[in-house]
């Protein structure tokens, strides 16, 4: 029997196991017909495949499907099976044949049967509702190794072929798949729909929808035709995304130099779906709130929420479905770039937005956390088995993928960047590539060598913290190291290549260096030697942090007060210094007081950064004598901003001022402030009667204030608008302020129906997030996931990427020692294979949580005691 084979990376890796290398497809012609009625379908395949050695059997991947028929074919000639074994752990089946088959090309004849399932994995049933009954459509997730589940398959990204795809359905449905309608034949109530051959692709990229939809429709300005699918009666809420993809095609087409490869790119709005989106060539699926809009009711996140994941799904045509990585340990690749261009997409359509900073705020602060655990990874992680792959779509692919990236466009310019892109495009289409062929076209565009300069970023794990010391006027001493949360120190055998930048008050010189050793001193221009404070990593382009001399910090007070500082700098201050903080570099105190200089900032994203760092320091003193004067403190820190911005929206003000009235009001309402809460619940009653009357970019923070201030007459209110709201957009808004209860009976009753039909299943993790930032709530929302977890691994697989998000969010925000050691005991008897990496971040941010607030506990009572 021919072995799967197990490649081995390097010494030290594992072995990567592989479908062997005797067999290869070519095309496949698949026929698909579901039956609703019992969730089943059944399905024929001729696969034409290239034999490159003999043998006398093939193997695929196949799982939970029951081949019913197998024939072999080479022009006149017929090969018959003698029996079949499939292979539970591997996901393959094995088809042995009578006689000895020689190299050449054949076409492998199948007909299966495999069920409709509610995992939202594989060819799946997703249910939705229409005039007060359930009904059901049929979906497709097939990223990253479950297209095995629909059709028998050689289910590896490498593996491309070309695909006709076949639907069987009735005539009262809607057949969707990545390319348009070849023909269709109409027999009596059904129809069988054939769609035209696909260019070669990856498994994992193929898609097909069945079900009852209304559509929006237009054409880019090169002709290709968009439609947004919705159901039936809702196809209006799709007009945002459907302008938007028009104009980010072009947009791509423009900037990559290449034109959009398909005739027509379908994008459908899915009830159960347990991604936010997924890319498939030509029919990309979305959860509702990342793509539906409603003009009247959707606030400004929600608009910038579904154009950001237009973009990327739509770079994604370019940037892993046209050129597609060889392997899963690239899937950076398809991802981080994904996530860079979306925002540069985004910010090409909407400045006003600020794209860059809440690039910074949301990716890049979220890589920067995790990337500071041990337990971490290299964005170019070993990935040993198709089932290990889920794990890896998290802050590292996407986060501190894209936020590399940044750093090397800035590093190399972006016009030359930009060249080295179009070339590594054009060079690998339709095929694949590692990430050393994307430093090689950058090397070429740049004269530069970019593997040098990469490699500790992307093949080992963290990042450097950069210290910085004013040795003289014109002079600066920096040494870099490891930056863990835990302030641990480690010995690196090799720097990273830390691309400094520095600036400071009354020029505008950069200076730039890259700093390729632990120790070096800069010698700066005599415009920036006059400087009485500087800033390093400028732009926030570089992916470290940097740990100022006293002397530095205080200086930049100034900087800060008066705002002179870009709004990306001021908020990479304070996102350094809350870093720095838990990680025993400056105490906790010294943060609290250098915030205090924020009084005056008018940015949002710099409000919300220094919001969301904040509320991770009261986690740690709910159970505190601290509490109370913490949140004094935080009264007295958004009082002033609060002022300004008032409760009612301004004629023709910014719209991200929009969102920091949500993110300044809600902050109040939630630590105690009187008169917030009074007009939030005077604000509620009137919404209950009129809805209108509340603005959406304020329903969030006036549902999660009336809940969490409020009794079970709130609790009911604000559940009612779960159940009645027609836009999933609210329904979330409701789901997420329950979160907010303190009353543990009402906490049990969230959870119990978050594990009822109430919930989607793709929106528990909702729920458990919400509880999990309440510390009521918390205790309680652990307790329940440990009692229901064998239920859960049953509802989601052991290798849900949606499995491991409800862990982390359950558990991260503990702070005893004592915790994390119950959260490893409870996984050590309850072994989830699919999510240790996920399991160690938790137990990790724990611990870390814990030496923060034992080391600086009595630092900022005596603070907050004397202010």
């Known amino acids: 029997m021919a072995e799967l084979r197990k490649i081995q990376v390097a010494d030290t890796q594992p072995f990567r196991q592989l479908l062997p290398n005797l067999v290869k497809p070519i095309s496949y012609d698949i026929t698909i017909k579901p039956d609703f009625d019992q969730f089943t379908f059944l399905g024929t395949s001729s696969i034409e495949i290239k034999v490159f050695e003999n043998t006398q059997e093939i193997i695929l991947h196949a799982v939970d499907l029951e081949i019913l028929e197998c024939t072999l074919k080479s022009g006149k000639d017929s090969f018959d099976k003698?029996?079949?074994?499939?292979?539970?752990?591997?996901?393959?089946?094995?088809?042995?044949?009578?006689?000895?088959?020689?190299?050449?090309?054949y076409q492998l004849d199948l007909s299966f049967n495999g069920q409709l399932n509610d995992k939202m994995v594989g060819?799946?049933?997703?249910?939705?509702?229409?005039?007060?009954?359930?009904?059901f459509c049929g979906v497709t997730q097939f990223e990253p190794t479950d297209a095995r589940r629909a059709f028998p398959c050689f289910d590896e990204p490498s593996l491309k072929a070309t695909f006709v795809i076949r639907l069987d359905i009735p005539v009262s449905l809607i057949g969707l798949s990545n390319m348009p309608v070849d023909f269709s034949e109409t027999r009596g109530d059904t129809q069988l729909i054939t769609y035209k051959p696909t260019p070669i692709m990856s498994t994992y990229l193929i898609a097909f929808v069945i079900g009852e939809y209304d559509f929006v429709e237009s054409k880019t300005e090169r002709g290709v035709t968009v439609?947004?699918?919705?159901?039936?009666?809702?196809?209006?809420?799709?007009?945002?995304?459907?302008?938007?993809?028009?104009?980010?095609?072009?947009?791509?087409?423009?900037?990559?130099?290449?034109?959009?490869?398909?005739?027509?790119?379908?994008?459908?709005?899915?009830?159960?779906?347990?991604?936010?989106?997924?890319?498939?060539?030509?029919?990309?699926?979305?959860?509702?709130?990342?793509?539906?809009?409603?003009?009247?009711?959707?606030?400004?996140?929600?608009?910038?929420?579904?154009?950001?994941?237009?973009?990327?799904?739509?770079?994604?045509?370019?940037?892993?479905?046209?050129?597609?990585?060889?392997?899963?340990?690239?899937?950076?690749?398809?991802?981080?770039?994904?996530?860079w261009v979306g925002n540069l997409a985004v910010d090409f359509l909407y400045k006003e937005w600020d794209a860059w900073p809440q690039f910074v705020q949301e990716y890049t602060s979220s890589a920067l956390q995790l990337d500071s655990l041990r337990s971490s990874h290299p964005i170019e992680v070993e990935v040993r088995r198709s089932s290990e792959v889920?794990?890896?779509?998290?802050?590292?692919?996407?986060?501190?993928?894209?936020?590399?990236?940044?750093?090397?466009?800035?590093?190399?310019?972006?016009?030359?960047?930009?060249?080295?892109?179009r070339g590594y495009l054009k060079k690998h289409q339709y095929g694949n590539a590692a990430t050393k062929d994307l430093w090689c076209s950058l090397s070429e565009a740049s004269n530069k060598d970019i593997v040098e300069f990469t490699y500790k970023w992307t093949k080992e794990t963290g990042y450097p913290v950069i210290m910085v010391t004013r040795t003289a006027k014109d002079t600066l001493s920096v040494t870099q190291k490891r930056f863990l949360?835990?302030?641990?120190?480690?010995?690196?055998?090799?720097?990273?290549?830390?691309?400094?930048?520095?600036?400071?008050?009354?020029?505008?010189?950069?200076?730039?260096?890259?700093?390729?050793?632990?120790?070096?001193?800069?010698?700066?221009?005599?415009?920036?030697?006059?400087?009485?404070?500087?800033?390093?990593?400028?732009?926030?382009?570089?992916?470290?942090?940097?740990k100022y001399s006293d002397e530095l910090f205080s200086a930049l007070s100034d900087a800060l007060i008066t705002q002179v500082l870009p709004t990306v700098d001021r908020l990479g201050i304070a996102n350094d210094a809350f870093a720095l903080s838990r990680a025993g570099y400056i105490r906790t105190d010294k943060v609290l007081s250098l915030i205090e200089y924020f009084k005056e900032e008018k940015?949002?994203?710099?409000?919300?950064?220094?919001?969301?760092?904040?509320?991770?320091?009261?986690?740690?003193?709910?159970?505190?004598?601290?509490?109370?004067?913490?949140?004094?403190?935080?009264?007295?820190?958004?009082?002033?901003?609060?002022?300004?911005?008032?409760?009612?929206?301004?004629?023709?003000?910014?719209?991200?001022?929009?969102?920091?009235?949500?993110?300044?009001?809600s902050a109040l309402g939630l630590n105690g402030d009187a008169a917030i809460i009074d007009v939030a619940r005077d604000r509620f009653a009137k919404y209950l009667e009129d809805p209108a009357s509340l603005i959406p970019d304020l329903r969030s923070a006036v549902f999660s204030i009336v809940v969490a201030n409020g009794g079970k007459h709130e609790f009911d209110s604000v559940r009612s608008i779960f159940y009645n709201a027609d836009m999933h957009e609210e329904r979330m808004r409701a789901l997420?302020?329950?979160?907010?209860?303190?009353?543990?009976?009402?906490?049990?009753?969230?959870?119990?129906?978050?594990?009822?039909?109430?919930?989607?299943?793709?929106?528990?993790?909702?729920?458990?997030?919400?509880?999990?930032?309440?510390?009521?709530?918390?205790?309680l929302a652990w307790k329940y996931m440990k009692e229901h977890f064998p239920a859960l691994k049953q509802q989601f697989g052991n290798g849900q990427f949606l499995l491991c998000r409800m862990i982390e969010v359950a558990t991260k925000n503990f702070a005893s020692k004592e915790k994390a050691q119950e959260i490893r005991e409870f996984f050590t008897v309850h072994p989830t294979e699919s999510a240790l990496r996920t399991i160690e971040n938790s137990i990790e941010r724990v611990m870390s949580n814990a030496a923060w607030l034992e080391r600086d506990r009595q630092h900022v009572f005596e603070y907050l005691r004397k202010r």
């Open 736 to 779: 997420s302020a329950l979160g907010r209860t303190e009353i543990p009976q009402l906490v049990d009753e969230l959870l119990k129906m978050g594990h009822s039909e109430a919930v989607r299943p793709s929106d528990l993790c909702y729920v458990y997030g919400s509880l999990s930032s309440n510390g009521v709530a918390r205790p």
């Open 603 to 665: 940015e949002y994203t710099v409000w919300v950064d220094i919001t969301e760092n904040l509320r991770q320091v009261q986690v740690l003193y709910e159970e505190h004598e601290a509490k109370e004067k913490l949140q004094t403190y935080m009264r007295q820190l958004y009082s002033p901003i609060a002022h300004e911005v008032g409760w009612e929206p301004e004629e023709n003000e910014h719209p991200l001022r929009s969102l920091l009235r949500s993110v300044v009001i």
């Open 123 to 135: 060819f799946y049933r997703s249910k939705y509702e229409k005039n007060g009954e359930y009904k």
């Open 485 to 546: 949360a835990t302030g641990e120190a480690l010995k690196e055998e090799k720097a990273w290549q830390v691309p400094l930048s520095v600036t400071g008050d009354g020029t505008n010189t950069v200076f730039r260096k890259v700093l390729s050793t632990f120790e070096d001193t800069l010698r700066l221009p005599e415009d920036l030697a006059k400087s009485t404070w500087l800033k390093l990593n400028v732009g926030f382009n570089g992916f470290y942090r940097v």
């Open 227 to 339: 439609r947004v699918f919705t159901e039936v009666g809702k196809s209006k809420k799709g007009k945002f995304a459907l302008a938007c993809a028009c104009k980010i095609l072009d947009f791509y087409t423009d900037y990559f130099d290449l034109g959009y490869p398909l005739e027509k790119v379908d994008m459908i709005a899915i009830s159960d779906f347990s991604a936010g989106a997924m890319e498939n060539w030509g029919l990309i699926t979305y959860r509702e709130t990342a793509l539906l809009i409603d003009e009247a009711t959707s606030s400004l996140a929600s608009k910038q929420r579904v154009a950001y994941v237009v973009a990327h799904e739509l770079a994604h045509q370019w940037f892993g479905n046209l050129v597609t990585m060889a392997w899963w340990n690239d899937l950076w690749l398809n991802e981080g770039f994904a996530t």
């Open 82 to 105: 003698s029996r079949l074994n499939y292979n539970k752990d591997d996901e393959t089946v094995t088809l042995y044949f009578k006689e000895k088959i020689t190299v050449g090309k």
């Open 390 to 421: 889920n794990e890896i779509f998290d802050a590292i692919s996407y986060c501190k993928g894209a936020s590399v990236i940044r750093m090397l466009a800035a590093h190399l310019g972006m016009d030359v960047f930009r060249e080295g892109l």
